[in-house]
């Protein structure tokens, strides 16, 4: 079975502090994605990747980047937190581009 | 614009009773059609997709769903429903991007309450 592991659950941050999100997957996926989960609006991609060193903005990239420097590991770097980004935080992987996500369990951010 | 529309946001049903979630979706081609569904506190559980063939496909946990190219929807059903359901329920589309690729796109879900 496919798993995909985001390193914290739950994390509170201070505005201004430059905060990483972890999400590894253990099922040699190509493809790797970052989502933010707020109610009302579903889920929102923010940035994905094709392929490792490979990122591509989504559709709400403003104030966030990525890494992907191992195939099996991909990073969401908030550079300097706001209070607007908190919210619950989802990694997903696939295989290729018609397979279906397979997601971590999520990381809920505060930032105060 | 592609787009994706869960037109309720909360559903209660009763222990037992059928289901039926509503999605819909605008694109000038078939996409590719998957629901999940989210318990409290987790990740999105895949229960079932639609690339071609069968419009009416079978998932997990008794789910079904049947696409209707006319009505552009992917409706998710359950016969019977146990209140082990009670979860949030999101359809995604997936769209082929001009440029290769593909890029996919969930609804803002539907919250099923689910009385005994």
């Known amino acids: 079975d496919v798993k995909v592991t985001q390193s914290s659950r739950y994390l509170v941050k201070r505005t201004g502090e430059k905060v990483f999100l972890e999400c590894v997957q253990d099922m040699d996926h190509e493809n790797m994605f970052w989502y933010r989960q707020d109610p009302g609006l579903g889920l929102r991609l923010i940035y994905f990747s094709y392929d490792v060193k490979m990122k591509e903005k989504g559709d709400i990239p403003e104030g966030y980047s990525v890494s992907r420097e191992k195939k099996e590991r991909f990073s969401l770097i908030l550079e300097s937190a706001s209070t607007n980004q908190t919210s619950m935080y989802l990694c997903?992987?696939?295989?290729?581009?018609?397979?279906?996500?397979?997601f971590g369990n999520g990381t809920r951010l505060t930032v105060t | 614009a592609q787009s994706v529309t869960q037109p309720d946001i909360h559903i209660t049903v009763s222990e037992g009773a059928s289901l039926e979630l509503r999605c819909n979706y605008s694109y000038g081609a078939t996409p590719y059609l998957f629901w999940y569904v989210q318990s409290p506190g987790q990740g999105l559980q895949l229960l079932l997709k639609?690339?071609?063939?069968?419009?009416l496909v079978q998932g997990i946990k008794g789910f079904e769903a049947e696409f209707k190219r006319s009505q552009s929807s992917f409706n998710l059903r359950k016969p019977s429903v146990h209140w082990s359901d009670a979860a949030e329920y999101f359809c995604?589309?997936?769209?082929?991007?001009?440029?290769?690729?593909?890029?996919?796109?969930f609804g803002t879900g539907t919250q099923l309450k689910v009385e005994l």
């Open positions: 639609y690339f071609s063939g069968d419009t």
């Open positions: 995604a589309v997936g769209f082929i991007l001009t440029g290769g690729g593909n890029k996919l796109t």
């Open positions: 997903a992987s696939r295989l290729t581009g018609n397979s279906p996500l397979h």
